[in-house]
């Protein structure tokens, strides 16, 4: 599948992406994203390349504690390609109404994969600045939705070594703080709930390990949620405006 404003840079991905899962017997492929941002016609690769010498020797707990503690993980549905059959056996599939979905579909497909390949290649590029885009109209149904998402990973269902069990109690926190940060294009409106919302949610980020989460957790104690919110916003669209400007 392809969002509407994005687009394949190879005719035959799919084909290509076919190759790779029979040649490598896997039942998931990840690959790379280029963003592209039209206005200024400027874009970048969204993830250094992998590293093979953890994912090459298909040792799925290995694989999985790599992409999870590095930001290798998948930036979105669209950076991988899942055997159908996966899904199925697994009842994997989005929850209908549910925004930022990508996050639990994620998790749950590399929790039950079998065998993860790896391709350096550029497999799809992500317009990112589409007026009109989904991801630029933030409100507060939003957060709910991400603040129902990430306690379900607190517990790391289904995760039984004790790294990938922190590894995902960390991701957990991970997505409570995309809820921070994106909080910040709620309608006015919908402030003072969207706050409320999220410090109603806070034990979240108790199990934060990388140190950019940690330093959120400290500023949410310290000048509290609403500030942070707006510190995040701010941060958010300088290091936006410097990639693509």
Known sequence: LVDSDDFWPEPDMLGELSRLIEAHSADV???RVRAWFSETDKSRVKTAPFDHAVLDRFDHDATLHYLLSTPQ???GVYSLCVERSLLEANHIAFREGVKSEDYDWLLAVLRDSGR??????VYYVYRADRPGSITKHIDLKHLQDLTDIAPGWTEAPGFAA???RRDVKNYAAYIFTTALVVSGRVPKAQRRDAVKLLRSHR???QNACWWRLRVIRLSTQ???FRLT???LHKLYQW???KEFQ
């Open 239 to 241: 290091k936006r405006n």
């Open 29 to 31: 492929v990840l690959f």
């Open 229 to 231: 919110t707006a510190i």
């Open 162 to 164: 004790p790294c990938l």
């Open 116 to 121: 993860i390949y790896a391709s350096d290649a």
């Open 222 to 224: 310290l000048v509290g």
């Open 203 to 205: 034990k979240l980020l």
């Open 73 to 75: 993980f998948p930036v």
